[in-house]
């Protein structure tokens, strides 16, 4: 019965999510919630914010389906909170001061944690649970404003942060129904039904954006999801399930404020350094962007979805080597597809590739040697071949 909740969820979410994005945009248009254009942006025309609204009212209703103890409570009164502090920040020209929307961040998220919605302990592979005794709090309340600004930092084109989360929220649903940890599994599938129903009118070419009432939203709820439906179980690699879900925005986040460390940038300074930016720069349009970065997500899914249900192992942890089979090739196409990304993308930067590249656009030594050290240092380069 609790699949059909979860259908039920998702659908009534969805429905609820795609009938009152419109509703959001025109309040936005109404209060001066605008995204206007800027230089490091990818849209080219004036667009309303505050879809994150429209996300929260699709996730309240589909809360319908479950019952409200007092995990629910917490976590959607932490929803609701990040959503308007988001709302504030997206409404004010200029936004909130980093320190103020940390602070929210923290706040929201402490009311989830208050209500029993923490990590107490960690089950690692070979070893005994990890007891995390008084560190549970800080450790939790960090992971969830960790992963809020892990989705954040990814809503940076159209449909890009709502298709992502839609994929992990839809997988997070499975696998927690999967656990017998009904209530996260119904609540992920509320939270992918929003997700999808807002991609409606998010999808390129947007007529509405989240806006950060919208991504930290998303962002603390998967987060709420992640440690009720999978953290708080004993399964063998229940670490392993959100890391390898939400590792695309992760590895956008952690590759970005690396960078910002390195050149000695505040971390929540803009700048063309995320994914999104980079396919841009070697001519990718915000389609083709959010496609192949959707597939990524979907190849480190179904890597999840594997280690979920493939019986690659015994309960005594021997190996059957026909389905270890199966496990290494799902492993496989998860990592040829980072591979061919940080290739695509030149995360690495291969010098002699590039030296090799620009010599047939007959550059001098000192030109290419300047050029590469740019490129190298603003992670902003020109495509020779740029893609069709």
Known sequence: MNDLDALWAFLVAGVVALLLTPVAARLARRIGAIDQPKERGLHDNPTPSLGGLAILAGVLAGAAFLPFNTETRGILGGAAVIALIGALDDAREGGLSAVVKLAGQFAAAAIPVAADVRVDNVTLPFVDPLQLGNLGIPLTLIGM??????????????????????????????????????????????VAGAAVGFLWHNFHPASIFMGDSGSNLLGLLLAAVAIQGVLKTAAVVALFFPLVILAVPAFDATFVVAKRIKYG????????????????????????TVVYLYAWTVALAALALALRFVPYSDDNGHLDAGWTAVMVAFGLVAVAASVYLVYVLEILKFRRFRERQLRKQALSDSEIREEIAREVETGEFSSLDPPG
Do not use: E, Q
Request: aromatic share 8%; net charge negative.
């Open 265 to 288: 940038r505040p971390i929540y300074s803009a700048d063309r350094w995320h994914l999104h930016h980079r396919f841009d720069n070697i001519g990718f349009s915000a389609r083709r």
């Open 145 to 190: 404003v960790a992963v809020m600004n892990v989705v954040n930092f990814t809503d940076g084109v159209d449909g890009l942060a709502a298709g992502v989360c839609t994929i992990a929220a839809l997988t997070f649903a499975v696998i927690a129904l999967s656990l017998d940890r009904d209530d996260a599994g119904v609540l992920a599938a509320g």
